[in-house]
């Protein structure tokens, strides 16, 4: 195998693994180095996404929400069973076996795409050489033209509470558990806190989230936010806000957390804890002496717009980088850079970055919240649209949230989309294109969206932008 590549890709991840792939398809030779190592010792591509993240949990919310459902609403549906039971463990291999195809097929694209996937450690040093240190132990220097550091985030540690692996676990331990736990306690309710947690609420674990912040999901429009939080209330998540945890320990009766909250200090006991305060930039090991490329004070790799660190050559894409923790984003620096590379035209369009919470009901939104908005100066004006007047929801039983559409009220320009309901996720795809080509709300609603479908509650809500929404009446 030959040691000099036109480009070496440090870390296979949703970020690493697409660069490496686009480098390949411009026709560049490409080696993409990855040390991740599964809890049996393996190794797989993939990342925290497939192998700890986006993919287990889905599988996870997938399984506990078909569950949750048919105990709530098969019912109504007049679909009777005779007793409704899960299996973890069922649940479990069904998710690693997901887990598996997803990040074997990573070798397979490799394989088609001609790149050569390298397990283990790299480190970038002086010059564009690359230290690879092979799972066992053997050492080898690479040289490539160009390097892209690709080396994501971790799970970020509370101080006064020591993960165990057994009882205090962070996310990617949260998804491992072999069994109910009857009390949890999830510390932070952000995206992934809530998705961790509704997984195990839905299979009965009595569930207390405890959130320093007094404002609940402060990133999303506040209308979502407070629909969100009826729903989750209504779940029996006990989202506890303004409450700051500072230690726990474990003892013979459970997990004492401590936290203060308005009223002072606190204890709660749970079985297991679950901490999800946010992940960092994980460069541990990355870069060797005189590389010249430069961190922030947060610890992320310094780059510019267009994913170049400080060292010429050298770029840096996904969780390492500053931006939103997110695969997609990952995937569209990735790609965006091997392009660059390849001297063709390379561009990620930061203000178009659709967010999903996959919770239900689903939360998802793009550009701006009515909020921000109004704080930049825009004049706006807002369309809603509840999915309990939209046929297809209520067919499907999926009758609660809406779509809100907030415009310029001015120039008519779409300037955020915020859904909570059935298939936010999915309709938000919408969304995200309308904004890519900068379209009014008008174009939206001169857009014909199939019926009965959940997409006419984005076009309802366009037209209700305007006064004009058929379905409803207009305020
Ligand atoms: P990573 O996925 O972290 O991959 C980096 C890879 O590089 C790892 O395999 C690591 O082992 C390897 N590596 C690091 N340093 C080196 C080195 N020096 N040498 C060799 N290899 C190295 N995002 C979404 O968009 N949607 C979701 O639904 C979603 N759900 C999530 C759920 C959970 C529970 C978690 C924890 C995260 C979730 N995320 C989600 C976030 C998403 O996983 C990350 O944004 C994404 O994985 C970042 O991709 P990345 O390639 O930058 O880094
Ligand atoms: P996210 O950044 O979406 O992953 O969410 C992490 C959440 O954890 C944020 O809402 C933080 O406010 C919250 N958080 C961070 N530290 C603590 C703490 N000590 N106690 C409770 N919540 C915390």
């Known amino acids: 195998m030959s040691d000099s590549f036109d480009?070496?890709?440090?870390?296979?991840?949703p970020a690493g693994y697409p660069a490496a792939i686009r480098a390949a398809q411009n026709k560049l030779s490409v080696a993409c180095i990855d040390e991740w190592k599964n809890r049996d010792g393996s190794s797989a591509f993939g990342g925290t996404c497939l192998n700890a993240g986006c993919i287990p949990s889905k599988a996870l919310l997938e399984s506990s929400e078909l569950y949750h459902r048919a105990l709530h609403e098969f019912a109504a549906h007049g679909v009777t069973l005779d007793g409704v039971g899960f299996d973890v463990a069922a649940m479990q291999k069904r998710k690693g076996g997901i887990v598996r195809q997803m990040t074997q097929g990573i070798l397979t694209l490799f394989k088609g795409a001609g790149v050569t996937a390298l397990t283990g450690h790299g480190r970038l040093l002086a010059d564009k050489k690359v230290e690879f240190t092979g799972h066992d132990g053997a050492k080898r220097t690479l040289q490539a033209k160009h390097v892209v550091l690709a080396s994501g985030s971790e799970p970020m540690a509370l101080r006064g509470v020591a993960f165990d692996?057994?009882?205090i676990v962070d996310s990617w331990g949260a998804l491992e558990f072999g069994e109910v736990p009857k009390r949890l306690c999830v510390i932070g309710a952000g995206v992934i806190g809530l998705e961790l947690g509704s997984v195990w609420r839905r299979l009965g674990s009595e569930t207390v989230m405890l959130e320093a912040l007094e404002q609940f999901l402060p990133m999303a429009d506040s209308q979502l936010s407070k629909e969100a939080a009826r729903h989750f209330k209504k779940q029996g998540l006990d989202i506890r806000l303004g409450a700051k945890v500072s230690s726990?320990?474990?003892?013979?009766?459970?997990?004492?957390?401590?936290?203060?909250?308005?009223?002072?200090?606190?204890?709660l006991v749970v079985d297991r804890l679950i901490v999800a305060i946010g992940r960092r930039p994980f460069t541990k090991d990355l870069l060797g002496d005189g590389t010249g490329v430069a961190l922030d004070e947060r610890g992320f790799v310094q780059v510019d717009e267009q994913c170049r660190t400080a060292a010429a050559d050298v770029w840096a894409v996904g969780d390492c980088v500053r931006g939103p923790m997110l695969a997609h984003k990952g995937k569209e620096e990735g790609v965006a850079?091997?392009?660059?590379?390849?001297?063709?035209?390379?561009?990620?369009?930061y203000k178009v970055i659709p967010s999903v919470i996959y919770t239900a009901p689903e939360i998802a939104w793009v550009g701006q919240t009515e909020e921000q908005a109004k704080a930049a100066g825009r004049s706006t004006k807002i369309g809603s649209f509840p999915f309990a007047a939209s046929g297809r929801a209520k067919a499907m039983e999926a009758g609660a949230g809406f779509c809100k559409v907030v415009a310029d009220a001015g120039t008519d320009e779409i300037l955020g989309i915020h859904i909570i309901g059935p298939m936010a996720g999915e309709l938000i795809a919408e969304a995200v294109l309308a904004m890519e080509y900068s379209a009014s709300s008008e174009d939206l609603q001169r857009t014909i969206h199939a019926h009965p479908t959940l997409s006419e509650a984005v076009h309802e809500a366009a037209l209700a932008a305007d006064k004009r929404a058929i379905d409803i009446p207009n305020r």
Do not use: S
């Open 337 to 349: 850079v091997a392009d660059l590379i390849a001297g063709h035209y390379g561009h990620v369009n």
């Open 7 to 13: 480009v070496i890709v440090i870390g296979g991840g």
């Open 165 to 167: 692996g057994e009882r």
């Open 248 to 267: 726990a320990t474990v003892k013979p009766d459970g997990v004492h957390v401590g936290y203060t909250d308005a009223k002072g200090a606190q204890t």
